[in-house]
């Protein structure tokens, strides 16, 4: 059973910084694209970035493209997500999630994380 769980969330002022980590466990994840979403309070889920395990290809979303780094450390199983120059409007919930396959829909990941808060005040 695959088991995702993130850390490194928090309180920070804007123009700060957080490195999010997702521990992987319970699979070979060669083949897996992983990624990272969000969810504000009073909307819907969005996805943030994501990479695949084996090539390590990225992708970012606008909103959040030039400020936030994936990568991923393959010994470790672990994925990163750097946050820089926060804004309040990156106050959500983050989720880690993977994909058994680079090609899966961002809105059909298989498996999530419990999530873990990012709040950012001005």
């Known amino acids: 059973q695959v088991q995702l769980v993130e850390s490194g969330g928090g309180l920070v002022q804007a123009g700060g910084s957080l490195k999010l980590s997702c521990a992987a466990s319970?699979?070979?994840?060669?083949?897996?694209?992983m990624g990272w979403f969000r969810q504000a309070p009073g909307k819907e889920r969005e996805f943030v970035a994501r990479?695949?395990?084996?090539?390590?290809?990225?992708a970012y979303a606008d909103s959040v493209k030039g400020r936030v780094t994936i990568s991923r450390d393959t010994a470790k199983n672990t994925v990163y997500l750097q946050m820089n120059s926060l804004k309040p409007e990156d106050t959500a919930v983050y989720y880690c999630?993977?994909?058994?396959?680079?090609?899966?829909?961002?809105?059909?990941?298989?498996?999530w994380g419990q999530g873990t808060q990012v709040t950012v005040s001005l």
């Open positions: 999630a993977a994909a058994q396959t680079v090609w899966t829909p961002l809105n059909k990941y298989d498996y």
């Open positions: 990479i695949n395990w084996g090539s390590g290809f990225t």
């Open positions: 319970g699979r070979t994840f060669s083949s897996y694209a």
